[in-house]
């Protein structure tokens, strides 16, 4: 990939990319850090074939990755043993978005099924493309998902009906 | 909890991917979705992330130059990494050697009581000439010294040659 086609694929699919590392991640600037890091290892690796479809998968990949060493890091331990509470993201919704209802109900989730609904709501991945993405089984992901998103609805709708006692 | 497919989510998925969702589908699907508390939730939270999606910030740090020049100067260290490896290898090898040439002689010369000047005496320079003597006299003694420390000193010497003219 040469320095234009990059520049355009950046343009493309950036905001996507730093849509789905706030909204996972909770926090803006370590978004916008994770981007960069995200951009530079894909340009550094050696890109896979097929088109900007594949590259868009690849880079979602990374960032995915990314996230996981993220909070891997001693401070934060192991991420499936963190009690729930300690994962509980900052709520930024005022700042990236106009979702009244999304931002708390997205900070009452676990980083992964946040990851999760994202790539398959947001992003519209299938559930074969999340597996490639995040690394998990196939059988796995359709189970994560529903359980998540069954989750989601009830915190959506808790917000909807007005109990103040989400936020 | 329990999991259950609904045998309409597939087609409500692919309504909501494309957009079709709810003007563009059947009042059968619809009405479906009305009942069914899991494709409810699906169109509920699908929506919402849509949405969530489309409202998100397009500005992101204008910095694709940056990463480019950065990504290729990073491709350019580890390539230099790559390349001088074998020569750090080949450098860690000679060295060894080296030393092991010089601790074996050591060991050796201290077994046959330390007489260095004996043995260089033994040595002879005009016996130098006549190395045919030397082997077959002192066999396995000279062949025992004398095969590492040219190895030890062809390793170094190429390594230093090759470092000398790669910096030239």
Request: aromatic share 8%.
């Amino acid at each position: 990939m040469d320095r234009e086609a990059f520049a355009g694929f950046y343009q493309r699919s950036a905001p996507g990319l730093r849509a789905y590392l706030v909204r996972v991640s909770g926090n803006s600037a370590l978004a916008d850090d994770l981007l960069q890091e995200s951009y530079l290892r894909f340009l550094c690796a050696k890109q896979p074939e097929g088109g900007e479809v594949n590259y868009r998968r690849y880079l979602f990949r990374i960032a995915t990755n990314l996230l996981r060493d993220h909070w891997r890091k001693p401070k934060h331990g192991c991420l499936e043993e963190v009690p729930d509470q300690f994962l509980v993201a900052p709520d930024v919704s005022s700042q990236v978005d106009l979702q009244a209802a999304l931002g708390p109900a997205m900070a009452r989730m676990r980083p992964r099924d946040r990851q999760l609904l994202w790539l398959a709501h947001a992003e519209g991945y299938s559930h074969q493309e999340i597996s490639e993405i995040t690394g998990l089984a196939t059988t796995s992901i359709r189970l994560l998902l529903f359980r998540a998103r069954r989750k989601m609805a009830h915190l959506l709708r808790k917000h909807r009906a007005g109990d103040r006692s989400l936020v | 909890m329990t999991f259950r497919t609904c045998v309409y989510e597939k087609e409500l998925r692919q309504a909501l991917k494309d957009g079709h969702w709810p003007a563009g589908c059947l009042p059968e699907l619809r009405e479906h979705v009305q009942a069914c508390a899991s494709c409810s939730d699906l169109v509920l939270v699908t929506e919402a992330f849509q949405q969530a999606r489309k409202h998100s910030s397009p500005e992101v740090p204008q910095t694709s130059n940056l990463l480019w020049w950065r990504a290729q100067l990073q491709r350019r260290r580890s390539a230099a990494e790559q390349v001088s490896r074998p020569i750090t290898v080949a450098q860690t090898f000679a060295w060894a050697v080296s030393v092991l040439a010089a601790l074996v002689s050591a060991i050796s010369q201290y077994h046959h009581g330390l007489r260095w000047a004996n043995w260089w005496s033994e040595v002879a320079p005009l016996r130098l000439f006549h190395l045919a003597p030397i082997v077959t006299q002192n066999l396995d003694w000279n062949l025992f010294l004398l095969i590492p420390t040219i190895g030890g000193l062809a390793l170094v010497g190429g390594v230093v040659v090759y470092l000398v003219s790669e910096k030239s």
